[in-house]
DNA sequence: CTACGGTTCGCAATCGATTACTCGATCTCG
DNA sequence: CGAGATCGAGTAATCGATTGCGAACCGTAG
């Protein structure tokens, strides 16, 4: 696996150029006016020695580590690859690279990735979070370095956040269903303590208050935001025979897990009832039907990210003002839903719906 | 955002317990026997200052960052947020961090950001990719840390690799296939460079050939390793009327294109035609139906290639060995394969299919 | 009371770069 | 031809930790 002694230092070069580190260090940053001579010297010593300069030694030196800290609540979740993906691509592209961290879902774990990215120097944080406690969001706002909170409800601590506008994405949802006619609806939430779950299940129901369909037509259960408990959390929902005609869900996987379930009682989706996702995960158009969702823009997300990180680091003196950024969330009509079954149409949930 | 003036430093800290920079070091570090009293001095000194050692300058000292860089082909391929979670945690245990770089598909952004890496003076580098170029072989076989590849064949290049074992892998697929009944068989191959689509549909045909299945039955097309591409070669193997009853994926993204094909096309999973796929990622059972799959140990690959990294550096001395480690792979049975359809199943292809 | 073994801790070098300051040499122009 | 401007390059301080070496101090024994 590894070879090579030890790596050449600018010491090295500099010998063999015949020059001193300074010229060394001038010449390869390009500043100052090198005599051509030299320059050639050096960058022939550099070549030949297959110089690369220590980034430990120049962090040090320039207090600046060009690096970025991403810890992501769990890179197996669906949502953040593309997210992280990129968060990198816009860092590399002015210079920075990612240290990523994946907290698993252990908020703790997050925190403990937190202090060891501090640790290492990183120039600013991101967080992107599901869930954040009080005292988190406290280890943030005084955080010795920039952080910025992606996917996550501000909760009026002074920190940047940039989040999708959950509310109305959630409103679109409802809306939609409601357009194809569906009065007798469901929800499926999140877990709770996820920040999301407050204002998607709020906007859903305005939207449906709005429309003019009472509460209590509305039934709401829990998943886990995975696929198991949208499949668990939808087949109760059937076997309570409350008759609704169409799911709004939490994201894309529990709404992945209430279509299997939907099918396992021998429903069809959506001649039976309708699905709506969100997120807009990879996987929300492979399954079939393909999945009706609001999507989040979340490479944008990431994207913005980075920039409002490298603003604040390029910036320093008009930091201290932390701002909301809320990306609009966007419609995905794909076949998971459609108008409710006809008064002949299906014969109803297993038992009764025949009502529907 | 960013608050506080600078970090306290070694010194800082050092001043407030009224003892030396040696001393803090070296009671932080737990190393010799402090004196209780001073031991107790530098702790609330540390404390008060909310003390935290750079680990910049720790790391120019000591000539280890403790950070070990992981490139992948693609962190939004669903083959790799599992290892990279993997490799994080195993890493994470033996006190090491992740610097992470998602390649995007693209070998020269890979080689990039390995010079990237090695600049940042990583102390060892895993590359877990899809595709590898000569050329990088040999950048991986002199480069300056300790390498090792996951998830591409080895090349006869001294490096070490851990891969699956593909080959037996693709053979489980076609066995299950053949004992199911199947006799027309088609491959969807990956896309021409990715090292394991050889192995892959070497074992394929094998075992068919092993089965008494003369090779002119056993229809290939080509994919993309994706889930378009994937459905495109499938909807052509329809299209082409070749009266194949199974077919055998390069991955379970071509495997769920091939679904969506087939599904469209009018025919059933896996009534009329079975799936089988490869990896088993984790939209392989959100499908419906849930696909059959060969698994890679893709958590374990991860493990594994933080544990031979660590290995390596606990040990310079022999190193130079390097070694290859084949992972076994498993068949998953779930929904897409079953037997084909008897005599008087499907009339065929699409056209004729009505009689099913 | 001195000598000696054993602790505890401080001094200072070191890791490899960057950069403010300075010094000679060359150039310019009166 | 000489004074000052200009320019290229070297000197050395610095970033913040770690660590080999030795000094100071302890207690104990002869």
Redesign the pocket.
Same mark, same amino acid.
């Given at each position: 696996m590894g070879e090579r002694g030890?790596? $050449? *230092?600018?010491?090295? %070069?500099?010998e063999r150029a &015949?020059?001193?580190? $300074? *010229?060394?260090?001038? %010449?390869?940053?390009g500043? &100052?006016?090198?005599?051509p001579?030299?320059?050639a010297a050096v960058h022939s010593a550099a070549q030949q020695l297959a110089?690369?300069?220590?980034g430990?030694?120049?962090s040090?030196?320039?207090?600046r580590t060009r690096t970025l800290g991403l810890i992501v609540t769990d890179i197996q979740n669906p949502f953040f690859p593309e997210l992280v993906q990129a968060a990198d691509m816009a860092a590399r592209s002015v210079g920075y690279s990612i240290l990523l961290g994946s907290a698993a879902y252990d908020e703790h774990r997050a925190m403990h990735y937190l202090d060891l990215m501090v640790d290492s120097r990183v120039d600013g944080l991101i967080i992107a979070s599901s869930q954040l406690s009080h005292e988190t969001w406290n280890r943030l706002a005084t955080s010795p370095v920039p952080v910025v909170v992606v996917n996550a409800e501000p909760v009026g601590v002074a920190v940047t956040v940039i989040t999708s506008d959950n509310v109305s994405g959630a409103r679109l949802a409802a809306a939609h269903l409601i357009e194809l006619g569906h009065r007798r609806i469901a929800y499926i939430r999140g877990p709770e303590g996820f920040t999301a779950d407050s204002p998607r299940i709020d906007g859903f129901r305005a939207a449906c208050r709005e429309a003019g369909i009472p509460a209590s037509d509305i039934v709401e259960v829990r998943g886990d935001g995975q696929v198991e408990g949208g499949e668990r959390a939808a087949a109760a929902l059937i076997a309570a025979e409350t008759g609704v005609t169409a799911i709004g869900c939490y994201n894309d996987m529990t709404a992945i897990g209430a279509m299997r379930a939907i099918r396992q009682a021998g429903l069809r989706v959506p001649l039976d009832v309708s699905i709506v996702g969100c997120d807009d995960i990879a996987a929300a158009s492979w399954v079939v039907p393909a999945l009706t969702t609001v999507a989040q823009g979340k490479a944008e997300m990431g994207r913005t990210a980075v920039e409002r990180i490298t603003a604040a680091l390029n910036h320093p003196d008009r930091q201290g003002s932390p701002e909301i950024v809320r990306m609009p969330m966007l419609l995905v009509r794909r076949e998971s839903t459609g108008p409710p079954p006809g008064p002949t149409g299906r014969a109803g949930s297993p038992a009764t719906a025949a009502a529907g």
């Amino acid at each position: 696996m590894g070879e090579r002694g030890v790596p $050449a *230092t600018i010491r090295d %070069v500099a010998e063999r150029a &015949g020059v001193s580190t $300074a *010229t060394v260090s001038r %010449v390869l940053a390009g500043v &100052g006016n090198p005599n051509p001579g030299t320059a050639a010297a050096v960058h022939s010593a550099a070549q030949q020695l297959a110089y690369r300069p220590s980034g430990i030694a120049r962090s040090l030196r320039t207090r600046r580590t060009r690096t970025l800290g991403l810890i992501v609540t769990d890179i197996q979740n669906p949502f953040f690859p593309e997210l992280v993906q990129a968060a990198d691509m816009a860092a590399r592209s002015v210079g920075y690279s990612i240290l990523l961290g994946s907290a698993a879902y252990d908020e703790h774990r997050a925190m403990h990735y937190l202090d060891l990215m501090v640790d290492s120097r990183v120039d600013g944080l991101i967080i992107a979070s599901s869930q954040l406690s009080h005292e988190t969001w406290n280890r943030l706002a005084t955080s010795p370095v920039p952080v910025v909170v992606v996917n996550a409800e501000p909760v009026g601590v002074a920190v940047t956040v940039i989040t999708s506008d959950n509310v109305s994405g959630a409103r679109l949802a409802a809306a939609h269903l409601i357009e194809l006619g569906h009065r007798r609806i469901a929800y499926i939430r999140g877990p709770e303590g996820f920040t999301a779950d407050s204002p998607r299940i709020d906007g859903f129901r305005a939207a449906c208050r709005e429309a003019g369909i009472p509460a209590s037509d509305i039934v709401e259960v829990r998943g886990d935001g995975q696929v198991e408990g949208g499949e668990r959390a939808a087949a109760a929902l059937i076997a309570a025979e409350t008759g609704v005609t169409a799911i709004g869900c939490y994201n894309d996987m529990t709404a992945i897990g209430a279509m299997r379930a939907i099918r396992q009682a021998g429903l069809r989706v959506p001649l039976d009832v309708s699905i709506v996702g969100c997120d807009d995960i990879a996987a929300a158009s492979w399954v079939v039907p393909a999945l009706t969702t609001v999507a989040q823009g979340k490479a944008e997300m990431g994207r913005t990210a980075v920039e409002r990180i490298t603003a604040a680091l390029n910036h320093p003196d008009r930091q201290g003002s932390p701002e909301i950024v809320r990306m609009p969330m966007l419609l995905v009509r794909r076949e998971s839903t459609g108008p409710p079954p006809g008064p002949t149409g299906r014969a109803g949930s297993p038992a009764t719906a025949a009502a529907g």
